[in-house]
């Protein structure tokens, strides 16, 4: 069978992909809703956020040893605050609503790291002293807020924290599709990783809307590692056993 893919539409996802009709057929949507539409069948592979195989290890698998990961400051997923994250306790903070991933490891860094509690989330519109922003909107919004002038890299600061990189999602596919359908697609992906990262010019091309020069998209692209190795599994574990300790006292509270 030929596996539907769905495509993150974020810079950070680009390299995977060419210009072509792989990537013009791909299903463009945002991580949280990504998960959904693997759930139900409408795409069969697909750069999921890591928490959809905490989520639902029943209906999705990692394949190959490819996603999106952090191994310090990703750049593009932070807290903006009007006071130091410390300070946050009781505090409104708006999310993003395409996030999956990055609200849950805020929850363990506010929780765990910096001991922040009682915090209310909400949408965007409604934020209080800080909001979450993630993907091309932190991208877009590179230059800050005057109202917001802290900011926490969240990658950065797990890896401050633990020691280890942070994985934001990996390639996944839905259970009932065969093993087969991934390797054709890991040899496609594998193909354009070496060519969009030895010359990241195509992807500039094709992202005008970001307003980026061609050495900020290079530079951007630089901060991931797309090729998952050993501790990059062994940050994912841990983040794995930190979510489900925060999401245990949630259901307790």
Not at 15 to 35: K, N
Not at 81 to 93: C, F, K, N, T
Not at 131 to 154: F, N, W
Request: hydrophobic fraction near 50%.
């Amino acid at each position: 069978m030929t596996p539907r893919l769905g495509r993150i539409p974020y810079l950070n996802t680009e390299p995977f992909f060419a210009d072509d009709a792989v990537r013009a057929q791909a299903v463009p949507e945002a991580p949280s809703r990504m998960i959904e539409l693997a759930r139900r069948g409408v795409v069969d592979l697909a750069p999921l956020p890591v928490v959809a195989a905490f989520d639902h290890p029943d209906a999705f698998r990692a394949v190959g040893a490819l996603g999106i990961a952090a191994t310090g400051a990703a750049r593009s997923v932070l807290l903006r605050s009007e006071v130091p994250v410390e300070r946050l306790s009781g505090a409104r903070i708006g999310i993003i609503d395409e996030t999956a991933t990055s609200v849950r490891l805020l929850k363990v860094l506010l929780d765990l790291r910096f001991d922040v509690g009682q915090v209310t989330f909400t949408s965007l519109a409604r934020a209080g002293r800080a909001k979450l922003i993630i993907g091309d909107q932190a991208l877009l919004a590179r230059r800050g807020a005057p109202e917001l002038p802290y900011e926490l890299d969240l990658a950065a600061a797990w890896n401050a924290w633990t020691g280890l990189p942070f994985a934001f999602a990996c390639w996944m596919a839905r259970r009932a599709v065969a093993s087969e359908a991934w390797d054709a697609a890991g040899g496609y992906f594998e193909q354009n990783l070496d060519r969009n990262l030895a010359d990241p010019s195509g992807i500039h091309r094709r992202r005008p809307d970001l307003g980026l020069t061609a050495d900020e998209v290079a530079a951007y692209l630089r901060t991931f590692q797309y090729r998952f190795d050993d501790r990059i599994w062994a940050g994912l574990e841990r983040f794995r056993e930190l979510d489900a300790r925060v999401n245990a006292a949630e259901r307790v509270a």
